[in-house]
T-cell receptor, first 110, second 109 residues
Framework: SAVISQKPSRDICQRGTSLTIQCQVD?????MFWYRQQPGQSLTLIAT?????????ESGFVIDKFPISRPNLTFSTLTVSNMSPEDSSIYLC???????FGSGTRLTVV | DAKTTQPTSMDCAEGRAANLPCNHS???????VYWYRQIHSQGPQYIIH???NNETNEMASLIITEDRKSSTLILPHATLRDTAVYYC??????????FGTGTRLQVFP
């Protein structure tokens, strides 16, 4: 199975700013997925990122708030824009092999 | 997407088998049963998956009923390090994974 490097592992950000999270996969994968895990909750799928096309967002998530890039088959970024304290969560990426998750980015917005 | 139902929490004594049930009565023919676990503050860890046959690997065994409407994950000799939230998910292979609330397994000495 693939190995994912996700960074940053954690960050504390000021409200109104943006943070870009990066995921690098050690092999080519067609799809990558981005999840959010709010404190004490399960994982919620944000969007599916395919290389060469626009990301597909789940209900409740919009591109203006969570723009995603997928420039090639091994890399993707998720940006959390115009952050508020409600965006404080763990953000995780997953490779489309069905097996592998990044270690997560713990975001705190103050 | 088919949904799953799992008990909210379970306890298991260290060294004993942990049997975690999952109901997925609306599973479709092309959907696999996946199990993941999440240890506190870590990303989800893949455990095992299957379509209709029972599966075993170094971590666990997966027993799927003949009608595929339910399954059981078996950790044969639970250790304290197996304390985690266990998620049962049904999905077509390599498609997006929709997580439910999972079962919080507490292994005690």
């Amino acid at each position: 199975s693939a190995v994912i490097s996700q960074k940053p592992s954690r960050d504390i950000c000021q409200r109104g700013t943006s943070l870009t999270i990066q995921c690098q996969v050690d092999s080519q994968v067609t799809m990558m997925f981005w999840y959010r895990q709010q404190p004490g909750q399960s994982l919620t799928l944000i969007a599916t990122a395919n290389q060469g096309s626009e990301a597909t967002y789940e209900s409740g998530f919009v591109i203006d708030k969570f723009p995603i890039s997928r420039p090639n088959l091994t890399f993707s970024t998720l940006t959390v824009s115009n952050m508020s304290p409600e965006d404080s969560s763990i953000y995780l990426c997953s490779a489309g092999d069905g097996y592998t998750f990044g270690s997560g980015t713990r975001l705190t917005v103050v | 997407d088919a949904k799953t139902t799992q008990p909210t929490s379970m306890d298991c004594a260290e060294g004993r088998a942990a049997n975690l049930p999952c109901n997925h009565s609306t599973i479709s023919g092309n959907e696999y049963v996946y199990w993941y676990r999440q240890i506190h503050s870590q990303g989800p860890q893949y455990i095992i998956h299957g379509l209709k046959n029972n599966e075993t690997n170094e971590m666990a065994s997966l027993i799927i009923t003949e009608d595929r409407k339910s399954s059981t994950l078996i950790l044969p000799h639970a250790t304290l390090r197996d304390t985690a939230v266990y998620y049962c998910i049904v999905s077509p292979q390599t498609d997006k994974l929709i997580f439910g609330t999972g079962t919080r397994l507490q292994v005690f000495p």
